[in-house]
């Protein structure tokens, strides 16, 4: 009841929504730089005073200033919780970027990468107080080879595209132990493949050769035929690919390569969708990476830090690069130095992203045998349902083609609505979802790659299905406004990002003074 | 499964709605003879408690860093970390976010980025800096070949203080691509003439200071002698609080300054994951490696964040990309930029000169000691012993004694004839209790 002459409803709503004095927009804050409001003298740290010395620096100790500002603890949480809310999560909501893999993060797993036997533990500790930490590693390898059937696992590649050079580097030691080093030199890759794939081969001194893909989506055996050679290294194929399709050929594929003599590198980014239904090493696989952000969803963090394991055929396997645990007698020891091995070398300090092991292995066991294939099931089975739920209303590049994962749309739909796929992406954002994907693989026009992943109710997914299908109404209804403007009600509008790249301010500067 | 939403009967509802009757026919495109029948030889799913569990006793097998008197750094060092920094990073909306390819709505992974940015030129003495590499090791083979491009020249040179795991990082690269790499001699007295292996034909030399040894070491004349060749001078470090005490890399010429980032903000992990920091000149921009988050406004006219100068990486230019990197580190790096935050320069300088001060005054004990010997001239918080024992043995011996006393350097170089040598790194952690404990402990070993 109410008895202080407030009213208890709202006033009519006579006010538009007008500029505020702050910028602020209630709670969607503007936060300025830590360079405009820390102090330069000021530090949020308490540090002692150590007791008189005499220093041993001699002529290297710093002179100058170095302009890095401090903030008291209370200004920095609030900074970057502010900060923090400017940003989409999965946590607030579905995140159906294609290829990226945006699944549920297990705060298991965050606690059982705090444990301060993983956490505080040196990777150069004596390795007899280090056996824990040894035991993860041979741990994960040990499912990671059971999962892909293949004979052995790098560990230490420290994402995807780190696990590419690593098995690509595998085959090209392979070859030169054939002596055929000079002899082959060139590495096949699809038009659909990630960008990675092309740069990964290029890194290490071969050529790339470009395979195209057929109608359905899928690389032929006859196609990959016609371009082997003599001079062929190797293939690098996506499976399933990046239009969310498994490669039906895969098995005459993998055997034309090894006829040729090449060897077959499969990227393993979209793994997640047949874990536990079938295994890459019997398909001929000879090198596959395992993103292991994406299929046992150690968090993407804003951008990494990833880790990328690569498991390896008998074919390869030699050539792995140090380190590896071994296990003998009673204990594990690691093997640092390539000398004296077929191994190719080393390519990381340390022993890869024990962090992101712990989390993978945690989630691998939570889920088991029985959880990791209804996984798999539940990403495929939610990736047709959106796909069967959409494609009256958008068009699909491949029909009505089942697909594994991740949903792949075109822009023919919108033809004669004056809109673009990142149009369309953008009024997303103003119904509060992240956009799918755009824009990729490259050989769709307009592409739509929609990854729903096993961690949507299906009142979430029913949700999304029901935006996009409004929305792809109103595109044709020609609703221009609800997209040519978007967003308008995030934290910003549209960038211009032509400017970012023509005048690049890529660091704060000291103002001059007046 | 308590991560899986869906039942048995919205599966069902869903399989009809796509018009297949079951869920095989989904999977219907691999190969029958190919499928996996029935289920992986695995166990079954476990319990979030049996999980802890199996993963804390596992855990429990290791030696904890935290409780030990420990001396081990090469690379990787024992920090305290501000509880505030562990609890930001596991903000839903930084742990759980992708790359901020929408900028719109990942505005704060963006202006952490360019604050990161901009914290790291300012340390290194560089003038642009990008969102962060894997770590340190690969960070340094990256600069390595942006020399290249540079430079079009390919063949570098690594001075014999360089870490070594960071220089078999860079000579495996090297063997890959065919390229040419000198490796000069490993040497805890820095005593090496780098200058004069330069020559015409050289693309870059890559030189860590502190070096793996301990020594801090004057890049200027190294940065003159490779500028007068037209080679360019990779500078690199393992412990970002070093930068709080040593004049900086950009302020003895580098051209391009790397290092491992782990010494703020991030725990010791076992080695993993950690943060490559990598800065250079901005005239050298558009050959840099990895992502880059950069200033603009949006359609009303605020001041944004976007990446930016993509036309370098490999989503656009493919095989003609700077770099096959994709991923940054980024919650590492975010971890790094809020401990800068809160040290600020007042406290990088306070931190600094405690590890200094720690690292003096256990050089003075353990120099005490009959038969050891320190080798540096000047170090910041890491030294190089020589003990009357192999180290390989004696560390061994101390980890009994439930001391950590450091690298034996034979560890990473085997077959170097510095198997006698102990590579010792103290930081703001350690107590005089620690110093004592490891001074009795490396007494009674060598008596």
């Not at chain 1, 006033?11 to 004095?21: I, K, L, N, P, Q």
């Not at chain 1, 030691?173 to 038009?191: F, H, K, M, S, T």
């Not at chain 1, 755009?438 to 026009?445: D, E, K, N, T």
């Amino acid at each position: 009841m109410n008895t202080q002459g407030r009213p208890t409803r709202p006033a009519g709503s006579e006010g538009v929504a007008h500029r505020t004095f702050t910028g602020n927009r209630a709670l969607d804050m503007e936060e300025a730089l830590i360079f405009e409001t820390g102090r330069f003298d000021a530090t949020g740290v308490d540090i002692d005073e150590p007791a008189p010395f005499q220093s041993r620096l001699g002529p290297h100790a710093r002179q100058r200033g170095l302009d890095l500002p401090g903030l008291a603890e209370p200004e920095a949480v609030r900074h970057y919780v502010r900060l923090s809310r400017d940003n989409y999560s999965i946590d607030a909501g579905i995140y159906p970027l294609g290829s990226c893999t945006m699944k549920h993060n297990p705060r298991l797993n965050e606690k059982m990468a705090r444990l301060p036997g993983f956490a505080d533990v040196h990777p150069l500790q004596p390795v007899s107080t280090a056996q824990g930490a040894l035991a993860v590693i041979e741990a994960l390898a040990d499912v990671l080879i059971t999962m892909t059937g293949m004979s052995a696992v790098a560990m230490s590649p420290k994402a995807g595209a780190h696990g590419e050079l690593c098995g690509m580097m595998a085959i090209k030691a392979a070859i030169e132990a054939r002596g055929e080093a000079e002899a082959r030199r060139v590495v096949l890759v699809p038009d659909s493949a990630h960008g990675t794939n092309p740069a990964t081969a290029a890194l290490i001194g071969f050529s790339v050769r470009p395979v195209p893909a057929g109608e359905d989506g899928n690389v032929s055996a006859e196609t990959v035929k016609a371009t082997l050679a003599p001079d062929v290294a190797a293939i690098m194929l996506t499976n399933p690919n990046t239009c969310g399709l498994f490669e039906r050929q895969i098995v005459g594929i993998a055997e034309a390569v090894h006829e040729a003599g090449a060897y077959f590198y499969c990227d393993g980014a979209n793994f997640n969708a047949i874990v536990g239904k079938t295994r890459p090493g019997d398909l001929g696989v000879d090198a596959m990476h395992i993103n292991l952000h994406k299929t046992f969803s150690t968090p993407h963090g804003g951008g990494g830090p990833g880790a990328g394991p690569v498991t390896l055929s008998p074919r390869l396997a030699p050539y792995a690069p140090v380190p590896f645990v071994v296990r003998d007698g009673e204990g594990l020891r690691l093997v640092e130095h390539a000398s004296g091995s077929e191994s190719f070398g080393r390519m990381t300090a340390f022993h890869g992203q024990m962090g992101m092991f712990v989390r993978a292995l945690s989630f691998i066991l939570s889920h088991g045998a029985d959880g990791l294939r209804q996984a798999s099931e539940d990403a495929v089975l939610a990736a047709n349902y959106v796909r069967a739920s959409l494609n009256d209303v958008m068009s699909a590049p491949f029909g009505d083609r089942v697909c594994m994962h991740e949903a792949l749309f075109d822009d023919r739909w919108l033809k004669d609505t004056g809109l673009t796929t990142l149009d369309f992406a953008k009024a997303m954002i103003d119904e509060g979802f992240h956009p799918m994907t755009v824009c990729f693989p490259l050989i769709v026009h307009g592409a739509m790659l929609i990854e729903p992943t096993e961690s949507e109710s299906k009142a979430s997914l029913d949700r999304f299905i029901m935006t996009l299908r409004d929305l792809a109404f109103g595109a044709k209804a020609g609703k221009r406004e609800r997209f040519l403007p978007a967003p308008v009600y995030a934290p910003r509008r549209r960038l211009d990002e032509t400017r970012a790249a023509r005048q690049p301010v890529l660091r704060w500067t000291r103002p001059a003074p007046v | 499964m308590r991560y899986l939403p869906l039942d048995a009967a919205e599966r069902e509802t869903m399989l009809v709605r796509i018009g297949v009757p079951d869920i095989e026919a989904l999977f219907a495109d691999i190969p029958a003879d190919k499928r996996i029948e029935g289920l992986l030889d695995m166990p079954p799913g476990m319990s979030e408690m049996a999980v802890e569990r199996t993963m804390t006793a596992m855990a429990a097998r290791s030696r904890a860093a935290g409780p030990a008197p420990f001396f081990l750094g090469a690379g990787a060092y024992k920090r305290h970390i501000p509880a505030s920094v562990d609890h930001l990073i596991q903000r839903s909306e930084f742990l759980t976010s992708y790359t901020p390819y929408q900028p719109e709505i990942a505005q704060g992974t963006l202006q952490v980025l360019f604050e990161f940015q901009t914290q790291v030129a300012a340390l290194t003495g560089m003038e642009v800096a990008n969102a962060s590499m894997y770590d340190g090791s690969t960070a340094c083979g990256e600069a390595m070949l942006m020399a290249h491009r540079l430079t079009k020249r390919r063949k570098t040179i690594l001075s014999g203080g360089l870490h070594p795991q960071y220089a078999d990082v860079a000579a495996t690269l090297t063997h890959m691509a065919g390229d040419a790499i000198t490796r000069l001699r490993p040497d805890a007295t820095a005593s090496e003439d780098i200058a004069a292996a330069i020559d015409d034909v050289t693309s870059s030399v890559i030189v860590q200071s502190p070096d793996f040894f301990g020594n801090p070491r004057d890049l200027a004349p190294i940065a003159a002698a490779a500028h007068a060749h037209g080679a360019l001078m990779v500078a690199v470090f393992t412990d970002p609080v070093a930068l709080g005490a040593l004049r900086s890399p950009g302020e003895m010429d580098a051209d391009i300054a790397v290092g491992e980032g782990q010494g703020l903000g991030n725990a010791l992990n076992f080695g993993g994951p950690y943060v490559g920091l990598f800065a250079t000149r901005l005239k050298n921009v558009r050959q840099m490696p990895g992502r880059l988050a950069g200033e603009t406004v949006d359609a009303s006219g605020r001041r944004s964040f976007v990446l930016t100068l993509s036309t370098r990486e490999q989503h656009i230019r493919r095989e003609k990309a700077t770099s096959n990197i994709c991923t940054n580190s980024g919650l590492c790096a975010l971890a790094f930029s809020i401990h800068l935050s809160l040290l600020g320069e007042t406290g990088l300088n306070r931190l600094a000169n405690v590890n200094h001060a720690n690292a003096v005054q256990l050089a003075d004990r353990l120099s005490a000691i009959p038969g050891v010997e320190i080798l540096n001239a000047h170090f910041f918080n890491e030294f190089t012993m020589r003990t009357p024992r192999p180290g390989a043995e004696l560390i061994e011996a101390l980890a009994r004694r439930g001391v950590i006393g450091g690298l034996p350097v034979s560890r990473l170089l085997p077959g170097a004839a510095l198997d006698d040598c102990i590579v010792v790194a103290s930081t703001e952690v350690n107590t005089d209790e620690d110093r004592t404990a490891y001074a009795k402990a490396l007494g009674e070993c060598l008596r």
